[in-house]
């Protein structure tokens, strides 16, 4: 599987999470380089572009994603 566009530059990974955090280890495994399209940032990025992307959303925040999204 492709890894997500926006793996790279990502600031939830690059500013907020140390790359050697288990945490970060286990979020880029299951959404960057796996469902990406079930990330929270990924969801927001591709509606409404990255400036909308709140800084303290987690990926696996799907539910704070979709109300942002109901606006």
């Avoid at 530059?9 to 299951?30: E, H």
Wanted: charge should be positive.
């Amino acid at each position: 599987m492709a890894n997500c566009e926006c793996l790279e530059k990502c600031p939830f990974f690059n500013d907020k999470m140390a790359d050697n955090d288990g945490l970060c280890s286990m979020y880029k495994t299951k959404f960057c380089q796996g469902d990406f399209a079930g990330c929270a940032r990924y969801m927001i990025f591709k509606k409404l572009g990255k400036e909308s992307v709140p800084k303290d959303l987690y990926p696996n925040m799907t539910e704070r994603a979709q109300k942002i999204l109901a606006v």
